[in-house]
């Protein structure tokens, strides 16, 4: 399988497994995420058989909390993790929730709603924008959140080079992602997963095979933990740690702007 290239170089870029332009794939992953909106986080359920909020729990527990801070989670429309930091936030904090997908914001306002806490007292923004290009001014945030969105961006030193520029000095980043696993014989029980489980739940639960087949070669092009974390390093994050969730099916990366 070739090197995932974070940087489309050229034209064009992946799209999962296929090259496509790269004026194309940001239209074509939020096609993805608007057919899987309403499904999204059940299959999340069934697909990792519920390990996913365990891993979650894992990712919020990473942030040290303190009064009004200003937090931003991008690409987390559907709210899942704004409403953890929420949980834990101290008083006088903010959350921004940016993702480009209008669908998956509209999931996460209507749960939003069904937990009682929109409204101007709930701490909660939502913003559609590109992690690429996020609709706020420099140093405007503490914590900088991304989790299972970054490798569907096109350009990902682009967003991390972002991500540094709203972060305030002293900042924290923190990426939730899958990434490759490390452990023998779990790599290859994962990739049969992956290429047989997901695609089947995908068409009968989301009604969407090709979104699920998608997901599973999106995380095979993904760069893995050690090039993820000198990306963070190449766009001015510092302090990069790594954590391996579940032998690396997924993993924590962290950072600060210093």
């Given at each position: 399988?070739?090197?995932?290239?974070?940087?489309?170089?050229?034209?064009?870029?992946?799209?999962?497994?296929?090259?496509?332009?790269?004026?194309?794939?940001?239209?074509r992953?939020?096609?993805?995420?608007?057919?899987?909106?309403?499904?999204?986080?059940?299959?999340?359920?069934?697909?990792?058989?519920?390990?996913?909020?365990?891993?979650?729990?894992?990712?919020?527990?990473?942030?040290?909390?303190?009064?009004?801070?200003r937090?931003l989670d991008?690409?987390?429309?559907?709210?899942?993790?704004?409403?953890?930091?929420?949980?834990?936030?101290?008083?006088?904090?903010?959350?921004?929730?940016?993702?480009?997908?209008?669908?998956?914001?509209?999931?996460?306002?209507?749960?939003?709603?069904?937990?009682?806490?929109?409204?101007?007292?709930?701490?909660?923004?939502?913003?559609?924008?590109?992690?690429?290009?996020v609709?706020?001014?420099?140093?405007?945030?503490?914590?900088?959140t991304?989790a299972?969105?970054?490798?569907?961006?096109?350009?990902?030193?682009?967003?991390?080079?972002?991500?540094?520029?709203?972060?305030?000095?002293?900042?924290?980043f923190y990426c939730?992602?899958?990434?490759?696993?490390v452990?023998?014989?779990?790599?290859?029980i994962?990739?049969?997963?992956?290429f047989?489980?997901?695609?089947?739940?995908?068409?009968?639960?989301?009604?969407?095979?090709?979104?699920?087949?998608?997901?599973?070669?999106?995380?095979?092009?993904?760069?893995?933990?050690e090039?993820?974390?000198?990306?963070?390093?190449?766009?001015?994050?510092?302090?990069?740690?790594?954590?391996?969730?579940?032998g690396?099916?997924?993993?924590?990366?962290?950072?600060?702007r210093?």
């Amino acid at each position: 399988m070739p090197e995932p290239d974070p940087t489309p170089a050229h034209d064009t870029t992946h799209f999962g497994f296929q090259d496509v332009p790269v004026s194309e794939k940001s239209a074509r992953v939020r096609d993805v995420f608007s057919s899987v909106a309403v499904s999204y986080d059940l299959m999340n359920d069934l697909m990792s058989l519920g390990v996913h909020r365990a891993w979650k729990a894992s990712f919020v527990n990473r942030i040290a909390f303190r009064p009004d801070m200003r937090f931003l989670d991008v690409a987390g429309g559907t709210g899942d993790i704004a409403f953890r930091i929420r949980e834990k936030a101290r008083p006088g904090s903010t959350i921004t929730v940016c993702d480009i997908n209008p669908d998956m914001l509209r999931v996460g306002k209507a749960r939003a709603i069904d937990k009682g806490i929109l409204g101007p007292k709930s701490g909660l923004r939502w913003v559609c924008g590109d992690a690429e290009a996020v609709p706020a001014s420099d140093s405007s945030f503490d914590v900088y959140t991304i989790a299972f969105g970054l490798r569907n961006v096109t350009n990902i030193p682009a967003a991390l080079a972002e991500a540094r520029r709203v972060l305030r000095p002293g900042g924290q980043f923190y990426c939730l992602e899958f990434s490759q696993v490390v452990l023998p014989v779990l790599d290859d029980i994962y990739d049969r997963y992956s290429f047989s489980v997901l695609p089947k739940l995908g068409r009968y639960v989301a009604r969407d095979e090709a979104a699920y087949r998608y997901l599973a070669e999106s995380i095979r092009k993904f760069p893995n933990q050690e090039k993820l974390a000198a990306l963070m390093g190449d766009a001015g994050l510092e302090q990069v740690k790594v954590q391996n969730l579940s032998g690396g099916i997924a993993a924590i990366h962290s950072a600060r702007r210093i």
